[in-house]
């Protein structure tokens, strides 16, 4: 199918159904993507045609599922520009993917009094595991603070990167605020002084660049489920030069070399860090979901449409008395489809409760990112987010509804 503005919903069929009888509007975006016909057809012939563990049998059908994953692979290399072979590490999310970097990293590269920088907005995904790493190892966590608006402060991040700090992670664009952080130049700034960094693409891979090249950054951590792959799929992407110094993380089959009792050997990388038996069928899955984020991402009538969208939404939100978003960029060409809230007399919860029997789906609360969160709101926010397939007719319904909500909760 060639995709193009009118047709991309058809490429989905759940956004067919509907909910308590009523049209289904899918907002909960950056909490996962639904999935394309292709993807849910690759998945199922799999499991009905090609199903095999993977990398270990000399059969027929250990080597067609070993090839859909390697393929899967393959598609992700591609898709981030990644030139080596061997530092796509395919796992099960992000989540898996910050805890290998943390402990890995940690443990060949950071010492007591060290420290690692994160932002004051970085999902729990890019901040507990750091935590454990550091309690671990003795080294410390500092933070980059962002202003009232959402933005990094730069001069502040400049200040902070001395000589105790050995990485810095941080997200593209933050789950809550939907701002396209200046990768680029915090990777510059890092760099000047020898400091390497670690992104979280968790929702920039979707909304924003994820060529690690053009980034300049030495990780790159996404989910796959939050860009149209299935469930259990996660990315690790590392230069080459960093992933051969840094220890295993997991134990197990298929990431050895030789093994006895007096000691291993490892494989060479991506598998030193792949132990057991991965999630194949949802992994090879990526060729047919990054065709599909690549098609939207290349069609310039998407692009506007989405930025039309965007803007509606924003400049509607805006006119509600007591309502303030979180997250408003300077430069609106920054913001994404990601847009939280709150509203003052209206618990965040109540509203998606009562936007979801309105057939309405989207995420009130703390969103797995609380110190920022309650940075904006005690109670939590409510949050919308959108993908290609959201039309303006869309957002116009939920404006509707959410207008009628706040009525009935009696906050305007
Ligand atoms: C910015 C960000 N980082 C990390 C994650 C963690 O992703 P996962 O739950 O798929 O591991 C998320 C998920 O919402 C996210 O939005």
Redesign the pocket.
């Known amino acids: 199918m060639i995709l193009n503005g009118n047709n991309i919903r058809e490429a989905f069929p759940i956004l067919e159904r509907s909910v308590y009888g009523k049209r289904f509007v899918y907002f909960d975006n950056?909490?996962t993507s639904q999935k394309p016909r292709e993807v849910l057809e690759l998945h199922d012939t799999i499991y009905r045609n090609s199903n095999a563990n993977i990398h270990r049998a000399v059969h027929r059908l250990s080597a067609e599922a070993t090839d859909l994953y390697e393929q899967g692979r393959a598609a992700v290399k591609r898709f981030i520009n990644a030139g080596e072979d061997g530092c796509v590490i395919l796992t099960s999310?992000?989540?898996?993917s910050f805890n290998l970097l943390a402990h890995s990293f940690t443990a060949r590269f950071v010492g007591k009094g060290d420290r690692i920088l994160v932002s004051e907005a970085e999902?729990h995904?890019?901040l507990v595991p750091w935590q454990l790493a550091c309690d671990r190892v003795g080294a410390e966590l500092g933070f980059i603070p962002v202003d009232d608006r959402g933005e990094i402060i730069l001069d502040e991040y400049e200040r902070m990167l001395d000589g105790r700090v050995k990485l810095v992670s941080v997200?593209q664009v933050?789950?809550v605020l939907g701002i396209v952080n200046p990768i680029r130049e915090m990777v510059s700034m890092a760099h000047a002084k020898g400091i390497p960094v670690a992104v979280?693409g968790?929702?920039g891979v979707v909304h924003s660049e994820s060529d690690v090249a053009a980034l300049g950054c030495d990780f790159y951590i996404f989910?796959g489920?939050?860009i149209y792959a299935p469930a259990g799929t996660?990315v690790l992407y590392g230069k080459k030069a960093l992933l051969e110094k840094m220890p295993p993380f997991f134990g197990g089959g298929d990431m050895v070399g030789t093994v006895s009792f007096e000691g291993t050997t490892y494989a060479p990388l991506p598998l030193k860090f792949e132990a057991g038996t991965p999630n194949y069928p949802a992994a090879a899955c990526y060729a047919p979901a990054l065709k599909m984020a690549e098609a939207m991402r290349s069609d310039a009538d998407v692009f506007h449409e989405e930025r039309r969208i965007v803007m509606f939404l924003v400049e509607q939100l805006q006119k509600i008395n007591g309502l303030r978003i979180a997250g408003l960029p300077r430069d609106m060409g920054n913001k994404v489809p990601v847009i939280s809230f709150s509203v003052e007399g209206a618990h965040p919860e109540d509203m998606a409760l009562i936007l979801d029997k309105m057939g309405i789906a989207v995420r009130s609360g703390l969103m797995?990112a609380e110190p920022l969160v309650r940075k904006f709101s005690d109670k939590g926010l409510l949050r919308i987010s959108l993908l290609p397939y959201n039309t303006m007719e869309e957002a116009e319904f939920f404006m509707e509804c959410l207008k009628k909500t706040l009525a009935m909760l009696k906050a305007i």
């Not at 999310?93 to 898996?96: C, I, L, P, Q, S």
Request: aromatic share 0%; hydrophobic share 30%.
């Open positions: 950056a909490a999310g992000a989540t898996a999902h995904s890019n997200a933050s789950n979280d968790a929702q989910s489920h939050k996660g797995c």
